[in-house]
């Protein structure tokens, strides 16, 4: 198993490119079940989640290509529908494809993705939503069976809580339906957006794109056409790479960055003391001697993103006083502060709160990565840990951060992977 090897205390400068967002690019290669011809993805970052996706689509019968950045999927030869746990269990968001095989064949087995590290994270909403729209759906040797005999009929769909994927499986099924589906308190991030936009381009009406209202009217089982899609920038890398300014009082500068997506994490460093210059698709962040204390509550877009809590904590743990940080999307998405705690760190949990009282100095040691924002929260750290720390279980960055070592290491760090003996 790969880990990470870290000496703290370089100063970082230079600049580096924003990946395109896997958030992003997951419900966008799901949603490429609905077409039946070639589609062309481009920006695609090189983490093993797109692989884990699109190596479903391969085993479904899809012919996929697919070279770093750029996939070309043809779903015209799929032949199972079918998702199964071995790749379902590796990776939660598979779920996504339940919706778009469901709309366009009328049946499907998805494997039902089970706990995770951060929380239970149930698909009920997923399901609720598909049911309404005509779907019958019975869970059966860990799989969830669905099938919709007439195909499925545009509903009125009121999501008890605002949730990502949920939203996205519903506008993929939507958009082959027959008839209209609204769907309230929807999610508005900019990843639900560009599968929108996608949806919308390829001549599906949508209206409310980015608000919590969406109006979908299906095209009544036709299969839809893509054009070429270009992912849109990680805002979630984007916020860690600052986030990694501000830890080393550093200068860097990112490329290929959305700033309208980074606004919450922008508006939370500037409230720590972090000062910015926005060009049209970069940011610089420059040095910060005295790093302020931040309180933050996650919450959806274009809220204070969850995925972005535990990096934020990282730098609250260098900052002259105490944070207050709390989680309201995940239930057990704290398991990095006692490995924050393991590198100097002063952080207290008490329920969804933790109370992170500024350190002087951090140490460097050995560390074990929980999740993958996690995993990335403890890199910062040991960014600027005296001495060596060693990241172990990295597999969970590989999954979301394309060549983090790499990136980190063009900006003046001294971090290696290593393989455990
Ligand atoms: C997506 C992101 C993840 C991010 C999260 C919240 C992807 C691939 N992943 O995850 O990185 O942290 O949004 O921004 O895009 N819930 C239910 N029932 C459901 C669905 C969700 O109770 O059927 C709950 C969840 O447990 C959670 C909340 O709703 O508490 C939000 O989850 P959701 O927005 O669905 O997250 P994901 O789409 O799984």
Known sequence: MDYLEIVGGQKLSGHITISGAKNAALPIIAATILSDKEVTLTNLPNVVDIRTLLKLLSMLGSSVEHDNTVAHINNGCMRSTKAVYEIVSEMRASILVLGPLLARFGECEVSLPGGCAIGQRPIDLHLKALESMGAQIEIKGGYVHAIAPKGLQGAKIIF??????????????????????????????????????????????????????????????????????????????????????????????????????????????????????????????H????????????????????????????VAVLAQGESLIEERLFENRFMHVSELNRLGANIW?????????????????????????????????ALVAQGTTK???IYHLDRGYDDLEGKLSALGANISRKKEA
């Open 287 to 314: 040095p910060t001697e005295h790093l302020k204390p931040v309180d933050l509550i996650t919450i959806e877009y274009p809220g204070f993103p969850t995925d972005m809590q535990a990096q934020f904590m990282a």
């Open 160 to 285: 008890d809580k605002i949730t990502v994927g949920g939203t996205e499986n519903t506008v993929m099924a939507a958009a082959l339906a027959h008839g209209v589906t609204t769907i309230l308190n929807a999610a508005k991030e900019p990843e639900v957006v560009q599968l929108c936009e996608m949806i919308r381009d390829a001549g599906v009406k949508i209206e409310g794109i980015g608000t919590n209202e969406l109006t979908i009217e299906g095209t009544g089982g036709k299969p839809l056409d893509f054009q070429t899609v270009a992912i849109i920038p990680d805002r979630i890398e984007a916020g860690t790479y600052l986030c990694a300014g501000a830890i080393t009082n550093s200068s860097i500068t990112l490329n290929n960055v959305n700033h309208g997506h980074i606004r919450a994490s922008i508006d939370k460093l500037e409230s720590m003391g972090c000062r910015f210059d926005l060009e049209d698709n970069s940011i610089t962040i």
């Open 349 to 381: 949990l008490k329920g969804s709160t933790a109370a992170v009282k500024g350190v002087k100095e951090l140490y460097g040691a050995d560390v074990m990565a929980t999740d993958l924002r996690a995993s990335s929260a403890l890199v910062l750290a």
């Open 391 to 393: 990241v172990r279980r």
